[in-house]
């Protein structure tokens, strides 16, 4: 009676069962593509990085192959970190180890020179070449292997987290991370490695996002910079075009033409960010020198002192460097995180909803920034949002960037 009741669970599960034996014989017995030299060139060098960086095997998940990149991902990686190491690297003459050697006694390097030079990716071998005689330099010394610090560790864990949950398409960022962990060992300069390997990631939308949120300043507008025309509240927040031009001073720190007004704090080091709901008409965002003139109509561009972001007829957005770099209209956001890092010289703008870049100015700082504002709205205001606050996360279960 009680197996009749349950029968139609019984049926089921026996039938699942039967589909996960056929589904693993199946995958068993499939034809995987081969790989081409590109990938097994990565995948012998994410085993040599393995062995020189202690209390991590992220590295390990792309020697065993259950992370692939694709063959152009992989010959672009090795194109760009080979000019790297060219660069940063002293060359040195050495001999080479596998010429003395006995065919079937040469490691994966002497193997893929072998390859190199029997045929295949011609135009690879020298950017090959490059990487393997760094990697045989650090298997030369007498400590080969290094601990890479606590925040590069804890940076890798965060990464294979994101990768096992299918938020990062491949392992490259962990590759790089590393590279830049032992170049820095070599160097007689210490850098931080994972600030410096943010702002070389800085324009993939998520890696860095907590990064950048910890600089978030709680930036106020000076009224006594603002245009007579525009509405300023009461906490210095929000800012509007106002229906009466209002009885002020005039001095060099006020705008008189267009409706602009900068924060009362200005940087002259340091990282700093804001957040700014700009709303859906015309608006400007970015940064004024305090050398720059804010008198009368000239435009607020690089050559005038500024460094800004403009929405015009609501989706017209610009860059406004000289001349103007046009921005593709599905980029228009409607709230936009502004990141300065004033020593790396670099102002990036932010989609803060998406969590996408939009733009970013590089150049060599040498007076103090001051963040500026600009609007038209006459009905909605232009609000700086508070230090504490941020955007509600869509990630599905736990959150991986709060």
């Not at 063959?71 to 790297?84: E, L, M, T």
């Not at 010429?99 to 030079?117: A, V």
């Amino acid at each position: 009676m009680m197996k009749d009741c349950l029968q139609f669970l019984i049926e089921p599960a026996k039938k699942l069962k039967i589909r996960l034996k056929e589904s693993r014989k199946k995958v068993k017995h499939e034809k995987k593509e081969p790989l081409v030299e590109s990938q097994l060139f990565i995948m012998e060098l994410a085993r040599e990085l393995n062995r020189i960086c202690q209390r991590s095997n992220i590295l390990e998940h792309i020697w065993t192959c259950e992370d692939v990149w694709p063959a152009s991902v992989c010959r672009d990686f090795i194109v760009d970190w080979a000019a790297v190491l060219e660069t940063r690297v002293p060359h040195k003459i050495m001999p080479s180890e596998y010429q003395y050697e006995k065919p079937e006694k040469r490691d994966w390097k002497g193997h893929l020179l072998c390859m190199l030079e029997s045929g295949g990716e011609y135009d690879m071998g020298p950017h090959k070449r490059v990487i393997m005689d760094w990697t045989r330099e650090i298997k030369c010394r007498a400590k080969p292997s290094m601990w890479p610090g606590e925040p590069v560790i804890m940076m890798l864990d965060d990464l294979e987290f994101q990768w096992r949950r299918g938020r990062l398409p491949n392992l490259l960022p962990a590759v790089e991370l590393i590279m830049l962990t032992v170049l820095n060992a070599d160097s007689p300069i210490k850098d931080d490695v994972t600030k410096q390997w943010l702002v070389k990631k800085q324009r993939s939308q998520r890696i860095v996002w907590n990064w950048i949120c910890d600089a978030t300043e709680d930036v106020i507008l000076d009224s006594e910079t603002a245009n007579p025309d525009l509405s300023i509240s009461s906490d210095e927040k929000r800012m509007r075009c106002g229906l009466e031009r209002r009885d002020v001073q005039q001095c060099t720190r006020r705008f008189d033409g267009w409706w602009c007004a900068v924060g009362q704090e200005g940087y002259t080091s340091g990282r700093h960010y804001w957040e700014v709901e700009v709303g859906e008409r015309d608006w400007r965002l970015g940064l004024a020198k305090a050398s720059a003139v804010r008198q009368g109509f000239r435009s607020l561009n690089t050559e005038t002192g500024y460094l800004t972001l403009r929405l015009e007829r609501g989706m017209d957005l610009k860059a406004l460097t000289v001349p103007t770099t046009p921005l593709p209209q599905t980029l228009v956001p409607r709230k936009v995180g502004v990141y300065l890092d004033y020593e790396q010289g670099q102002l990036s703008f932010y989609d803060v909803e998406k969590r996408s870049h939009l733009f970013t100015y590089n150049e060599n700082f040498t007076e103090e920034l001051f963040p500026v504002f600009g609007t038209v709205e006459v009905v909605k205001d232009l609000v700086i949002r508070s230090a504490g606050v941020r955007e509600p996360c869509l990630c599905p279960g736990p959150c991986l960037w709060n």
